[in-house]
């Protein structure tokens, strides 16, 4: 277990990125809903987050595109790209398999009887999402297909929702020791669905063998759903011993933060007052949707925020304040990731948390800075420049889209995923 250390494994923000505006309770999918997206632009963003975290010593994959339009879906629709309506034009286009944080759930081998577990989201609520599933799950068995240490659950069945690790925590006092795994799950939202099911929550926690006593499972608050906080990582994370969560993140606070400690007496709860940064404040500015991360050396932790928390004058006054105090967070580290911003996905939505052995993991998906440069190249060689809403019926953006795609593919030896 020595050599067991936290991957982060980002999303390329693929070829077809763009603002349809499809995800419901996402207030940023809303609010750009129609507006010009920039993919080449984003996934530069993306590529360039890597590199930062990379230069702070931690460890970095990445995770392909899927293939998009995803015209297999439309044909089980009795459709195809150009008879589809606006809408569901637009779900086969969706790029949102960037947002690794809902590719799975994820429990590492020191929680799992020696072998770490990885169960496919089903991302059934969502239309542009719900056929994701089957492209995440064949790159999750190629990154890890090494079943001795690796076991790639299918999706859990529906009706019960699942958005993988963004509704999903866990604590522990290092990486590669055990720790307890907080699964957090909806009911209501008002306007809005609850995403996550807690039976979904339930069965995952039962696939990969964990212990009940070791599990905690939290309703997250309905006046954060509605508020749109649609995953809980929008209102809460969490990184060894620290829990970072807003005073408003969970329905019956109190209760749950007397079981995390029952459970893991070593946890720091940091808890977000309200009135320092609002609900709307928290949730326009990502700051929760921090990476919480452990730097090397004994540096602390530092959060990997978006810029748009640097620029939301009480986060940022909150969040000088508290790396003044020399508690566990003592770095904060902006980055500039507002395309995706503006669909709804910051930092944390942008990648799946996976401890392990990098030597263990299809070395294909192992970041480096020469293989960053690569990728750059293919993005900056083929990736459209802009797409408008009225671009997605254009025969020549579909074909430019999936040649972008498979260059990629070709580049990094990944060809055998090409549809």
Request: aromatic share 6%; glycine share 6%; hydrophobic share 40%.
């Amino acid at each position: 277990m020595s050599k067991l250390v936290e991957i982060n494994f980002d999303g390329i923000i693929g070829p077809s990125h763009n603002y349809a505006g499809l995800s419901l309770g996402n207030i940023a999918s809303a609010t750009n809903a129609g507006e010009v997206a920039y993919p080449r632009e984003a996934a530069l963003q993306g590529i360039a987050k890597m590199r930062h975290n990379m230069d702070l010593g931690l460890a970095q994959g990445f995770f392909m595109p899927l293939d998009r339009p995803n015209t297999r879906w439309l044909e089980t629709l009795a459709s195809d790209v150009e008879s589809a309506e606006p809408h569901m034009r637009a779900a086969s286009y969706s790029a949102s398999s960037m947002w690794a944080a809902n590719a799975a759930t994820v429990s590492p081998a020191p929680d799992a009887h020696g072998k770490c577990h990885l169960t496919v989201a089903n991302l059934q609520t969502m239309p542009h999402r719900s056929h994701e599933w089957a492209g995440t799950l064949a790159q999750l068995k190629l990154t890890f297909g090494n079943s001795k240490y690796f076991s790639v659950h299918d999706p859990i069945p529906s009706p019960f929702g699942d958005e993988g690790a963004a509704n999903h925590m866990r604590l522990c006092n290092a990486h590669d020791q055990s720790g307890i795994e907080i699964f957090v799950y909806g009911k209501t939202g008002g306007p809005f669905p609850a995403r996550q099911h807690l039976e979904a929550s339930k069965a995952v926690a039962r696939s990969h063998g964990l212990n009940p006593e070791r599990c905690v499972f939290a309703q997250q608050s309905e006046t954060a759903i509605a508020a749109g906080a649609f995953h809980n990582d929008v209102v809460a994370v969490a990184n060894e011993q620290v829990l970072f969560t807003h005073e408003l993140a969970f329905e019956d606070p109190d209760t749950v933060y007397t079981e995390i400690r029952a459970k893991f007496p070593e946890v720091e709860i940091i808890i977000v007052p309200a009135d320092q940064v609002t609900l709307e404040d928290a949730i326009k500015s990502y700051l929760f949707n921090a990476q919480l991360v452990t730097l090397p050396d004994g540096g602390g932790m530092a959060l990997i925020l978006p810029t748009e928390s640097r620029d939301n004058q009480p986060v940022w006054t909150y969040l000088q304040n508290l790396i003044a105090g020399n508690g566990s967070i003592r770095k904060l580290c902006p980055v500039d990731v507002r395309q995706s911003m503006a669909n709804g996905g910051g930092p944390a939505c942008l990648r799946l948390r996976v401890v392990a052995d990098p030597e263990t993991v299809d070395p294909r998906f192992v970041a480096s800075h020469d293989k960053l440069d690569l990728i750059a190249t293919v993005v900056e060689q083929n990736w459209p420049e802009h797409i408008a809403p009225n671009d997605l019926s254009n025969p020549a953006l579909i074909e430019q889209i999936q040649s972008a795609r498979k260059d990629l593919l070709s580049a990094l030896n990944l060809i055998e995923l090409d549809r």
